[in-house]
């Protein structure tokens, strides 16, 4: 069993930062890629940034320049800096990671989400 909680989200003014953990832990051989995603309420989850095992990253043009995903291998975890954040940031924040596992095959698992609310 594969488990990933994300944790960080929180309140926050605009023009503020937070960061984001996805902490992968149970059965797993290695981590592939990892994708921060986003829910606004009524509206569709979006990706916001991913990562490969070996740090190549992509980000939504929304958040370039302002969001840094980044990742330990060693800790299974993956990171998500958002700075400058904006009132349109507010969402929820959900990771999601490709995990291989020790029966050898690979599977896809998210997170539970962590709220983020930014102020004006």
């Known amino acids: 069993q594969v488990q990933l909680v994300e944790s960080g989200g929180g309140l926050v003014q605009a023009g503020g930062s937070l960061r984001l953990s996805c902490a992968a832990s149970?059965?797993?051989?290695?981590?592939?890629?990892v994708g921060w995603y986003r829910q606004a309420p009524g509206k569709q989850r979006e990706l916001v940034a991913d990562i490969s095992r070996g740090g190549s990253t992509n980000y939504a043009d929304s958040v370039k320049g302002r969001f840094a995903i980044s990742r330990d291998n060693d800790k299974n975890t993956v990171y998500l800096q958002m700075n400058s954040l904006k009132p349109e940031d507010t969402a929820v924040y959900y990771c999601?990671?490709?995990?291989?596992?020790?029966?050898?095959?690979?599977?896809?698992?998210w997170g539970q989400g962590t709220q983020v609310t930014v102020s004006s």
């Open positions: 999601n990671a490709d995990v291989r596992l020790y029966t050898g095959s690979f599977d896809s698992y």
């Open positions: 149970g059965s797993i051989v290695s981590i592939n890629g």
